[in-house]
């Protein structure tokens, strides 16, 4: 009975809003391309204002640290067209990321 109710019952994250993007980046591990297609992050490497983020498909993204770019607006709003087959993201980590929810007043600061 305890797993049933746990398992329909999904629990809810709450970041902040307006945190640093490249600590937010590193903590989902999610990057939306330009195309929409949802990838997963293999490794995220900080130089300045500009990171490099390496997907499990190899592709290499160079990102700056905007709060207001096109990527935050998507990885807030959770906006996505698709997912990267090839970088083979979990079930459970979709479900984790559609159940976050960020918030301007309340939530972990990262």
Known sequence: M???FQAS????????KNV???NLVEKIKLWPSRSGT?????SMTRRGN???????CNQRF????SKHSRAARWLRNKLHFGVCPHCRIPEWKL???SSTVMS???GSHL
């Open 20 to 22: 640093d993007f490249f």
């Open 50 to 56: 500009t990171a490099e983020i390496v997907t499990h």
């Open 95 to 97: 479900q984790k990321y």
């Open 38 to 42: 949802l990838h997963g992050i293999k």
């Open 62 to 65: 160079i990102i700056y640290n």
């Open 9 to 16: 019952e999904e629990k809810k994250r709450y970041y902040r």
């Open 104 to 106: 301007q007043h309340y």
């Open 2 to 4: 305890t797993g049933v």
